[in-house]
Protein backbone atom coordinates (compact mmCIF):
# COMPACT_ATOMS: atom_id res chain seq x y z
CA UNK A 1 0.00 0.00 0.00
CA UNK A 2 1.20 3.66 -0.95
CA UNK A 3 1.53 5.47 2.25
CA UNK A 4 3.60 8.52 1.03
CA UNK A 5 1.66 10.68 0.12
CA UNK A 6 -1.48 10.54 2.42
CA UNK A 7 1.13 10.96 5.19
CA UNK A 8 2.40 14.04 3.19
CA UNK A 9 -1.30 15.81 3.27
CA UNK A 10 -1.75 14.73 6.88
CA UNK A 11 1.92 16.44 7.90
CA UNK A 12 0.82 19.67 6.30
CA UNK A 13 -2.31 19.76 7.23
CA UNK A 14 -1.55 19.13 11.12
CA UNK A 15 0.95 21.84 10.80
CA UNK A 16 -1.28 24.64 9.29
CA UNK A 17 -3.94 23.66 12.19
CA UNK A 18 -0.85 24.03 14.83
CA UNK A 19 -0.28 27.20 13.58
CA UNK A 20 -3.53 28.48 13.36
CA UNK A 21 -4.30 27.67 17.13
CA UNK A 22 -0.90 29.32 17.93
CA UNK A 23 -1.87 32.48 16.23
CA UNK A 24 -5.00 33.09 16.38
CA UNK A 25 -7.53 32.95 20.26
CA UNK A 26 -10.79 31.82 20.11
CA UNK A 27 -13.71 33.47 19.57
CA UNK A 28 -14.99 35.83 23.07
CA UNK A 29 -18.27 35.70 22.53
CA UNK A 30 -19.38 33.81 24.88
CA UNK A 31 -21.05 34.47 28.01
CA UNK A 32 -19.78 31.98 30.11
CA UNK A 33 -16.10 33.07 28.49
CA UNK A 34 -14.64 35.68 31.22
CA UNK A 35 -12.41 37.07 28.44
CA UNK A 36 -15.85 37.69 25.99
CA UNK A 37 -17.51 41.22 26.28
CA UNK A 38 -20.72 39.83 27.11
CA UNK A 39 -19.68 37.72 30.06
CA UNK A 40 -21.44 38.67 33.50
CA UNK A 41 -20.15 37.40 36.70
CA UNK A 42 -22.30 35.05 38.54
CA UNK A 43 -24.92 36.62 40.74
CA UNK A 44 -24.68 34.62 44.46
CA UNK A 45 -27.70 33.67 45.93
CA UNK A 46 -28.58 35.65 48.82
CA UNK A 47 -28.33 35.52 52.46
CA UNK A 48 -31.72 34.64 52.68
CA UNK A 49 -34.21 32.10 54.94
CA UNK A 50 -37.45 30.88 54.44
CA UNK A 51 -39.38 30.20 57.48
CA UNK A 52 -43.34 28.80 58.29
CA UNK A 53 -44.63 28.60 61.23
CA UNK A 54 -48.26 27.29 62.85
CA UNK A 55 -50.28 29.68 64.76
CA UNK A 56 -53.07 28.55 67.26
CA UNK A 57 -54.86 30.99 69.19
CA UNK A 58 -57.95 30.75 71.04
CA UNK A 59 -60.13 33.49 71.55
CA UNK A 60 -62.31 34.98 74.46
CA UNK A 61 -64.24 37.07 72.66
CA UNK A 62 -66.18 36.14 69.80
CA UNK A 63 -65.63 32.09 71.54
CA UNK A 64 -63.42 30.57 68.58
CA UNK A 65 -59.63 28.90 67.32
CA UNK A 66 -58.00 30.39 64.93
CA UNK A 67 -55.25 28.40 63.16
CA UNK A 68 -52.84 30.51 60.48
CA UNK A 69 -49.89 29.83 58.78
CA UNK A 70 -46.68 32.69 59.07
CA UNK A 71 -45.11 33.07 56.54
CA UNK A 72 -41.15 34.59 56.76
CA UNK A 73 -38.38 35.61 54.29
CA UNK A 74 -35.71 36.44 56.56
CA UNK A 75 -31.45 36.86 56.09
CA UNK A 76 -29.40 39.98 55.89
CA UNK A 77 -30.11 40.27 52.31
CA UNK A 78 -33.82 40.48 52.84
CA UNK A 79 -34.14 44.70 52.83
CA UNK A 80 -32.43 44.50 49.36
CA UNK A 81 -35.82 42.64 47.91
CA UNK A 82 -38.19 43.99 45.72
CA UNK A 83 -41.49 41.65 46.32
CA UNK A 84 -41.67 38.39 47.55
CA UNK A 85 -44.10 35.46 47.09
CA UNK A 86 -44.82 32.13 48.37
CA UNK A 87 -45.89 29.13 46.25
CA UNK A 88 -48.30 26.72 48.39
CA UNK A 89 -49.39 23.17 46.98
CA UNK A 90 -48.96 24.49 43.34
CA UNK A 91 -51.07 27.58 43.90
CA UNK A 92 -49.71 31.22 44.04
CA UNK A 93 -50.43 31.82 47.88
CA UNK A 94 -49.84 35.06 48.82
CA UNK A 95 -47.43 37.96 48.56
CA UNK A 96 -45.41 39.00 51.47
CA UNK A 97 -45.22 42.35 53.35
CA UNK A 98 -41.72 43.41 54.34
CA UNK A 99 -41.64 44.94 57.93
CA UNK A 100 -38.95 48.04 57.85
CA UNK A 101 -38.95 47.60 61.41
CA UNK A 102 -38.05 44.28 61.57
CA UNK A 103 -36.10 43.64 58.21
CA UNK A 104 -37.62 40.68 57.09
CA UNK A 105 -41.25 39.67 54.86
CA UNK A 106 -43.94 38.11 56.61
CA UNK A 107 -47.55 37.48 55.48
CA UNK A 108 -49.99 34.91 57.65
CA UNK A 109 -52.59 32.97 55.67
CA UNK A 110 -55.57 31.12 57.26
CA UNK A 111 -55.80 27.29 57.83
CA UNK A 112 -59.18 27.74 55.55
CA UNK A 113 -57.16 28.89 52.57
CA UNK A 114 -55.22 26.51 52.74
CA UNK A 115 -58.14 23.81 52.80
CA UNK A 116 -57.60 22.35 56.63
CA UNK A 117 -59.14 23.97 59.29
CA UNK A 118 -56.41 22.71 61.71
CA UNK A 119 -53.67 22.81 59.63
CA UNK A 120 -53.25 18.82 59.93
CA UNK A 121 -52.53 18.06 56.24
CA UNK A 122 -50.38 21.00 55.68
CA UNK A 123 -47.72 19.66 58.01
CA UNK A 124 -44.48 18.40 55.82
CA UNK A 125 -45.66 20.50 52.79
CA UNK A 126 -43.13 22.66 51.14
CA UNK A 127 -43.81 26.23 50.83
CA UNK A 128 -41.79 27.59 47.90
CA UNK A 129 -40.42 31.51 48.50
CA UNK A 130 -39.71 33.40 45.03
CA UNK A 131 -37.71 36.68 46.08
CA UNK A 132 -37.30 39.60 43.06
CA UNK A 133 -34.32 41.81 43.52
CA UNK A 134 -33.24 44.45 40.24
CA UNK A 135 -35.39 41.77 37.57
CA UNK A 136 -33.23 38.38 39.14
CA UNK A 137 -35.37 35.84 40.58
CA UNK A 138 -34.28 34.19 43.83
CA UNK A 139 -35.99 30.62 44.84
CA UNK A 140 -35.74 30.23 48.27
CA UNK A 141 -36.42 27.24 50.14
CA UNK A 142 -38.96 25.10 50.42
CA UNK A 143 -39.75 25.57 54.09
CA UNK A 144 -41.86 23.15 55.86
CA UNK A 145 -44.38 23.42 58.41
CA UNK A 146 -43.30 21.36 61.45
CA UNK A 147 -46.00 21.18 63.85
CA UNK A 148 -49.16 22.18 64.96
CA UNK A 149 -49.64 22.57 68.58
CA UNK A 150 -53.33 21.77 69.68
CA UNK A 151 -53.80 22.18 73.52
CA UNK A 152 -53.64 25.51 74.78
CA UNK A 153 -52.15 27.16 77.38
CA UNK A 154 -54.98 28.41 80.36
CA UNK A 155 -54.09 31.22 82.80
CA UNK A 156 -55.00 31.45 86.44
CA UNK A 157 -55.06 34.92 87.48
CA UNK A 158 -55.55 37.93 86.90
CA UNK A 159 -58.63 37.14 85.22
CA UNK A 160 -62.62 37.94 85.05
CA UNK A 161 -62.24 41.12 84.95
CA UNK A 162 -59.90 41.03 88.26
CA UNK A 163 -58.74 44.66 89.98
CA UNK A 164 -55.13 44.62 90.38
CA UNK A 165 -51.92 47.36 91.22
CA UNK A 166 -49.59 48.80 88.07
CA UNK A 167 -47.41 45.50 89.05
CA UNK A 168 -49.83 42.56 88.71
CA UNK A 169 -48.55 38.78 89.16
CA UNK A 170 -49.49 36.84 86.21
CA UNK A 171 -50.14 32.96 86.56
CA UNK A 172 -50.89 30.28 84.40
CA UNK A 173 -51.36 26.11 84.63
CA UNK A 174 -48.34 23.98 84.02
CA UNK A 175 -48.37 23.03 80.07
CA UNK A 176 -46.93 19.63 79.43
CA UNK A 177 -45.67 18.27 76.11
CA UNK A 178 -43.50 15.82 74.45
CA UNK A 179 -41.42 18.80 73.06
CA UNK A 180 -39.04 21.49 74.28
CA UNK A 181 -41.11 24.65 74.43
CA UNK A 182 -41.19 27.63 76.17
CA UNK A 183 -43.38 30.39 77.00
CA UNK A 184 -43.93 34.42 75.91
CA UNK A 185 -46.19 36.75 78.57
CA UNK A 186 -47.96 39.93 77.21
CA UNK A 187 -49.74 42.39 78.10
CA UNK A 188 -52.18 44.55 75.90
CA UNK A 189 -54.86 47.64 76.54
CA UNK A 190 -58.13 46.61 76.46
CA UNK A 191 -59.92 46.55 72.66
CA UNK A 192 -55.81 46.59 70.83
CA UNK A 193 -54.15 43.59 69.32
CA UNK A 194 -50.24 45.20 70.03
CA UNK A 195 -48.82 44.66 73.38
CA UNK A 196 -47.46 47.05 75.71
CA UNK A 197 -45.28 44.19 77.87
CA UNK A 198 -44.19 40.88 76.80
CA UNK A 199 -41.47 38.76 78.16
CA UNK A 200 -39.97 34.87 77.49
CA UNK A 201 -39.90 32.74 80.06
CA UNK A 202 -38.76 29.34 80.44
CA UNK A 203 -40.58 26.21 80.62
CA UNK A 204 -40.62 25.73 84.52
CA UNK A 205 -42.18 29.04 85.51
CA UNK A 206 -45.49 29.39 86.01
CA UNK A 207 -46.07 33.27 87.06
CA UNK A 208 -44.23 36.81 86.71
CA UNK A 209 -44.45 40.37 87.73
CA UNK A 210 -45.04 42.32 85.19
CA UNK A 211 -42.13 44.81 85.38
CA UNK A 212 -43.56 47.74 83.66
CA UNK A 213 -45.91 49.87 85.68
CA UNK A 214 -48.85 50.03 84.09
CA UNK A 215 -51.40 52.95 83.87
CA UNK A 216 -55.17 52.71 85.37
CA UNK A 217 -57.23 51.76 82.71
CA UNK A 218 -58.47 47.90 81.63
CA UNK A 219 -56.17 45.16 79.88
CA UNK A 220 -56.16 41.66 78.89
CA UNK A 221 -52.98 39.47 79.21
CA UNK A 222 -52.09 36.05 77.08
CA UNK A 223 -49.60 33.26 77.90
CA UNK A 224 -48.03 31.75 74.70
CA UNK A 225 -46.60 28.43 74.71
CA UNK A 226 -43.77 28.35 71.53
CA UNK A 227 -41.80 25.03 70.41
CA UNK A 228 -38.20 25.32 69.09
CA UNK A 229 -39.55 25.72 65.29
CA UNK A 230 -41.29 29.05 66.41
CA UNK A 231 -45.01 27.52 66.20
CA UNK A 232 -47.56 28.69 69.00
CA UNK A 233 -50.54 27.89 70.76
CA UNK A 234 -51.64 31.28 72.50
CA UNK A 235 -54.50 31.18 75.73
CA UNK A 236 -57.36 33.23 76.09
CA UNK A 237 -56.98 36.47 76.95
CA UNK A 238 -57.94 37.44 80.77
CA UNK A 239 -59.23 40.78 81.48
CA UNK A 240 -58.47 43.11 84.14
CA UNK A 241 -58.26 46.41 85.21
CA UNK A 242 -55.93 48.86 86.96
CA UNK A 243 -56.63 51.01 89.69
CA UNK A 244 -53.18 52.66 91.56
CA UNK A 245 -55.18 52.95 94.85
CA UNK A 246 -55.91 49.28 94.75
CA UNK A 247 -53.94 47.95 97.09
CA UNK A 248 -52.77 45.56 95.04
CA UNK A 249 -48.94 45.10 93.87
Not at 99 to 105: E, G, I, M, R, T
Not at 203 to 232: H, K, P, R
Request: glycine share 6%; net charge negative.
Amino acid sequence: METGPFMLRFALWLTAALVFALGCSAPHDNPLDPDSPRYREPIAPPALEARVHSLHISRTFPTGEIYQVEMQLVGTDAPEQDSVRVIYDERDTLHLEYLADSSFWVANVTATTLGDPDLGAVVGKPFAFLAWSSGTRFEVGPAYLFRVIEDVPLTVSPSADSVTGPHPTLTWQPFSAAFPFGYRAQVFPSQTNSPIWSTPIPSGVFSIQVTDSLADGDYYWTITVIDEFGDYSRSREAYFAVVAESGQP
